[in-house]
Each structure stands twice: as structure tokens, then as C-alpha cells.
């Protein structure tokens, strides 16, 4: 059986080089009726504690570093007492937020199983130097965080253009008709209106 996907949505800022901005942020939980893996941990604790419904969290796992993906990160692990599961690319971004607290690494292999369904890390660093996606062949669901929206690839911030150009080959590589669980909308990997001549850089 398929592991579920949940989701809540919470609201803050988000704040880069003096600039706050007001943003909502889409939380996803994957897993079943008993463990589940949240996926980012922005603003507020209660909304995403109240989605877990006791459940046991396997992970949270942040696609990126910048704050308003690991806002509760520290709160969320002693309540739910789950591991921080971030790649070190964005140690930087998270120290920024969360100075003197550690967190588990993330690499490009990683795999986390939950829920009888197994998350594959794609090490994705355009938008920063440590953005991942998720990606669950089982149930044929991709989750960008930042890399990713309907209209195109995310703004580089830390990362760069031959990054997220990386990045982006590798997605471009899953089926087309895979869903995209974006950070503000759903999409399809074949739906990206990207231009043409960096499409046919990635093939």
C-alpha cells in the first residue's frame, strides 16, 4: 500500500541579505496511519504538529536552508522528538537561523523509507547550494521545495546558474507526467515552461 500525502500551510517571513517578506509556505507530511516524514518546517509548530496527529515522525526533512523552510526545524525535533535531516551544502543558510544547533545530513543518496514507500534524495543546488527534491517513484511524486514552481525553475539566491541547470537535467529525466508538489503550486515535470534552448541543454 502507497504511503498518504498531507499537507498544511503556514504563514511568516521570509528574510535574505536585510529584505523580509511576507510568504506562505506549504508543509507536506508522507506516511501512513501510524509514521510519517515532514518535509520543511516553516513558521509555525502547532499546524504541523496538529497535521502529524501523533503519529511517529521518521524525519524532518528540509528541502533547503533558508529560514522560512527551517523555521521550527529545532522545535519540531523536541516535540516530535524526530531527527533535522538538512544537506550540508546549506549549513551557512541554517546557521544563519539556528546557531550551535545540529541537524543530520542529507546527501545525494539518501533514501528514507516510511510508510512502506521509499523518498529518494536529488541533491538539486541552483536555488542554494543545498536544495534538495524528493522524489517518490512508488508514488510517482516529486517535491521541488524551492527548484521547481509552475511557471519555471526558482529564483538562484546562494546557488547558480550551472547548478541549477544540473538540477534540472536530472529532473528533467523523471517521467513528464510525474506530479510536482511545489513550494506555492502543483505542476507536472512535462508542464514547466522553461525556454526552450535550456530544455535542450538538458536532454
Not at 75 to 98: F, K, Q, Y
Not at 162 to 180: I, K, N, S, T
Not at 187 to 195: A, C, E, F, Q, Y
Request: hydrophobic residues 40%; proline residues 6%.
Amino acid at each position: 500500500m502507497s504511503a498518504r500525502i498531507d499537507h498544511t500551510t503556514t504563514s511568516g517571513t521570509f528574510e535574505l541579505d536585510g529584505g523580509s517578506w511576507d510568504v506562505d509556505n506549504n508543509v507536506w507530511l508522507v506516511g501512513d496511519d501510524s509514521e510519517v516524514v515532514v518535509i520543511d518546517a516553516a513558521h509555525s509548530a502547532d499546524p504541523i504538529v496538529d497535521a502529524v496527529g501523533g503519529r511517529t515522525v521518521r524525519g524532518i526533512v528540509c528541502t533547503h536552508g533558508h529560514n522560512d523552510h527551517v523555521t521550527v526545524a529545532p522545535e519540531l525535533s523536541e516535540r516530535l522528538d524526530a531527527p533535522i535531516l538538512l544537506h550540508p551544502g546549506d549549513d551557512v543558510l541554517w546557521d544563519m537561523t539556528h546557531p550551535g544547533v545540529g541537524h543530520e545530513d542529507l546527501t545525494a543518496d539518501s533514501r528514507i523509507t516510511v510508510g512502506g514507500t521509499e523518498i529518494r534524495v536529488i541533491h538539486a543546488p541552483g536555488h542554494s547550494p543545498g536544495s534538495v527534491c524528493l522524489y517518490l517513484p512508488e508514488a510517482g511524486q516529486l517535491f521541488s521545495g524551492d527548484t521547481l514552481f509552475a511557471a519555471g525553475c526558482g529564483r538562484m539566491f546562494e546557488g547558480n546558474p550551472e547548478g541549477m541547470q544540473d538540477a534540472l537535467a536530472r529532473l528533467a529525466a523523471l517521467d513528464p507526467a510525474r506530479p510536482v508538489l511545489a513550494e506555492a503550486e502543483s505542476s507536472k515535470v512535462g508542464d514547466l515552461s522553461l525556454p526552450p534552448s535550456l530544455w535542450a541543454a538538458m536532454r
